[in-house]
């Protein structure tokens, strides 16, 4: 909800001091150094400039509890010349034994450029530029969600092939090459994403934050390597269901309503 600017010129200086006093303090706090330096150095000016700040309030989880199921969503934009499509659903979260699985799986389907829907979608037919699909890692909860935006002519054949590449990844395990190349990829990726200081901070910053423990980064290559093409059919068929996916729509509601209409959830 976005504040009116009435509510703007509502707030106070003490309103803004009990913000900071309800969500600030040292045991919500993590404070990461990378580089080459003097570790007892600067270990005592760490402790020498927040020594002495206040516990403050305990970090707050309020992980919601989601239910997944079909759900088709329009939202009306006259004239639009493309549709934005968002089709996804609830998966588990990072601190799952699948997560490694589930990102390889996700970057077959969706998630990098050499990816089946990609290749679909983008190289085959042509329907949309810059599609991608992705697992998102909030506070002990995810989703897995497919985006794109495409031609308002097109809007019910990607979603047809969207979730047929779903279904197909569901039915035929993965080529072992297709597999390889993926899993090269993400190694590489892995490689990358600790290149440089601000990257490790980022990598380490993740681990707390989801509770991932010490061996995650350690094991993170070998598990993606581990990774089989029953596994990758397995995770497919145990987590992402297109009959549990909510679809979301954006485009020009009467050029694509009769589009949609074999997306509707079933009664």
Do not use: C
């Not at 092939?161 to 390889?180: D, N, S």
């Amino acid at each position: 909800m976005v504040p009116t600017e009435a509510d703007v010129k509502k707030l106070t200086i003490q309103d803004v001091k009990d913000f900071y006093t309800g969500n600030f303090g040292a045991q919500r706090a993590h404070l990461y150094v990378a580089g080459k330096f003097d570790a007892p150095a600067v270990k005592k000016a760490i402790s020498d400039s927040f020594g002495a700040w206040s516990k403050g309030p305990a970090r707050m989880e309020n992980v919601p509890v989601l239910k997944p199921q079909r759900v088709l969503d329009v939202t009306d934009r006259p004239g639009a010349p493309q549709s934005t499509l968002i089709v996804g659903l609830p998966v588990p979260p990072a601190t799952s034994p699948d997560t490694v699985s589930l990102i390889v799986t996700n970057s077959l389907l969706g998630g990098s450029f050499n990816s089946r829907i990609t290749a679909n979608i983008r190289e085959q037919k042509g329907y949309t530029y810059s599609p991608h699909s992705e697992l998102s890692r909030r506070y002990h909860d995810g989703y897995w969600a497919e985006i794109a935006d495409v031609t308002t002519q097109y809007t019910g054949p990607s979603l047809k092939e969207i979730l047929g590449e779903v279904t197909r990844m569901q039915k035929e395990p993965v080529g072992e090459t297709e597999l390889k190349g993926i899993q090269n990829y993400l190694s590489g990726i892995f490689v990358i994403q600790n290149s440089n200081r601000s990257a490790l901070i980022g990598q380490l910053e993740n681990v707390d934050f989801q509770g991932l423990g010490e061996n995650y980064l350690k094991t993170y290559v070998a598990k993606v390597n581990g990774v089989t093409p029953a596994l990758v059919q397995k995770m497919t068929q145990d987590y992402i269901k297109p009959e549990e996916m909510t679809i979301v729509v954006v485009g020009d509601k009467a050029k694509i309503a009769e589009q949609l209409t074999a997306f509707q959830p079933s009664k």
